[in-house]
């Protein structure tokens, strides 16, 4: 099945805990603290790879973690990094902030490589904590957690040149003669249901060409297979407009080039900007030719003369689309700002008072103050209440209105308020 957009959730690992432990050897009373430091966790990173040509890897598996990093050990053994996560996705796929629909990379060329999330930091060891007032800290830091974030993929495939129409009227047929790419091709309408791609060498040179499934009127809106292809020739650089010339199927290829031309407009005006050149096919069938004259007079445009069933017209197409691909500039990727996750803000916190009169204290200070303390370690809780002071926690419960004998709750630490 042909998937081009799929939305997925990544996840950085953990950083490790540190290790509270202290020396013990045979004859050695009162080791020290020993214990080691948490690893930093994982990354995530995506690699675009030429081998994948769509996210049909990413309907099922939703969700991907990098490792996270080990936890410390005793001796001072510090735990190991979590490895990272690199998750491949075809060259061409869009990345986006799921909640925000900002860009995060643009994966254009081959092989490169974007890590989109940091993993979290690991613990410190009861080791770290010692100094001269404090010889035996009970006491480590856990490793710092990451969040998961919703990312969405979207493919828009990299092609020079995209191919243009309605349904039957031979784009496939087109592609199928001047490339090596063998599509499906059949008489009736929407043969082809998912992009094809096809290599054209000409003279030492070779470029792109992307077929898509016909257009008919109305498929803004819905109708045949809809507009949803065309994000498959947004990033070409020139357009192929194919027409049945014979008008075979009882339409005027005239009408039939301003319909689809309405229909690019809709998707997006700025296909329109794209140079065209006019094909009209199916030369072994027409008496009257007069349809080459006025699609030029109309267009402006260069207009080939062909029958892909009868390799006419083939060689100068070739020539002319290389011609025209070689006075344009080379592709370019998205201009975007990359986005970045945000770090939780580690000085910031919130305090609320609750429905039940209760206060809550919440925020990335409080997550990260809560990595530092134990609450069943004495060490730890003095240096808990110190932060409480010393990082004006206090101070806002006071201005929210907080009493002595108030409960007052962060994490999982409930405790009554004192003045
Ligand atoms: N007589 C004649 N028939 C052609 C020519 N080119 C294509 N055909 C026939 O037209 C029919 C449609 O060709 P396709 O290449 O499948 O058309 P398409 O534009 O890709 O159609 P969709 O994939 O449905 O959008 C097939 O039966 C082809 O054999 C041509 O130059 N002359
Ligand atoms: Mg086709």
Avoid: W
Avoid at 3 to 21: E, H, R
């Amino acid at each position: 099945m042909f998937i081009d957009k799929a939305k997925i959730y990544i996840k950085a690992g953990n950083g490790g805990n540190g290790c509270t432990s202290f020396y013990t050897e045979k004859y050695v009373n009162n080791g020290g603290p020993d214990g080691g430091n948490g690893g930093q966790g994982g990354r995530v990173a995506f690699r675009a790879v030429r081998n994948k040509s769509t996210l049909a890897d990413f309907k099922y598996a939703k969700h991907f973690r990098a490792e996270n990093g080990e936890n410390g050990r005793s001796r001072y053994s510090a735990g190991k990094k979590g490895k990272d996560l690199i998750i491949d996705v075809p060259v061409g796929t869009v990345i986006k902030d799921e909640e925000t629909g900002n860009i995060i990379a643009d994966m254009f060329n081959e092989g490169m490589t974007v890590f989109v999330a940091e993993g979290g930091n690991g613990g410190k060891g009861n080791a770290f904590f010692r100094n001269s007032r404090r010889q035996a800290p009970h006491f480590s830091q856990a490793g710092e957690q990451t969040l998961e974030h919703a990312v969405t993929l979207e493919l828009k495939t990299i092609a020079d040149v995209g191919l243009v129409g309605y349904p039957n009227v031979g784009k496939s047929t087109l592609l199928s003669v001047i490339s090596s790419a063998r599509p499906k091709i059949a008489s009736y309408h929407f043969t082809t249901l998912s992009p094809n791609l096809g290599m054209v060498s000409v003279y030492d040179d070779s470029f792109v060409v992307a077929d898509i499934p016909g257009l008919i009127d109305g498929a803004g809106s819905g109708a045949g297979l809809g507009h949803e292809f065309l994000r498959h020739i947004e990033r070409t650089r020139l357009l192929v407009h194919v027409v049945d010339g014979s008008g075979s199927e009882g339409r005027d290829p005239v009408e039939d080039y301003k319909s689809i031309n309405n229909e690019l407009a809709y998707y997006d005006p700025a296909l329109l900007n794209k140079p065209q050149i006019i094909v009209v096919n199916k030369a072994d069938l027409m008496t009257d030719f007069s349809v080459v004259d006025k699609l030029a007079e109309l267009s402006g445009n260069a207009v080939i003369l062909m029958s892909a069933a009868h390799h006419s017209g083939v060689e100068e197409l070739i020539k002319k689309m290389y011609e025209k691909l070689s006075e344009l500039p080379p592709p370019a990727p998205l201009e975007y700002q990359p986005f970045v996750f945000d770090k939780p803000d580690k000085d910031s916190f919130d305090v609320v008072k609750t429905d039940d009169g209760e206060y809550e204290v919440f925020g990335g200070m409080i997550d990260e103050l809560a990595r530092n303390v134990i609450l069943d370690n004495y060490d730890s809780m003095q240096y808990f209440q110190r932060q409480i002071r010393e990082r004006g926690i206090d101070k806002a419960l006071r201005k929210a209105g907080v009493k002595t004998g108030d409960t007052v709750r962060m994490l999982d630490i409930e405790f009554e308020y004192v003045e």
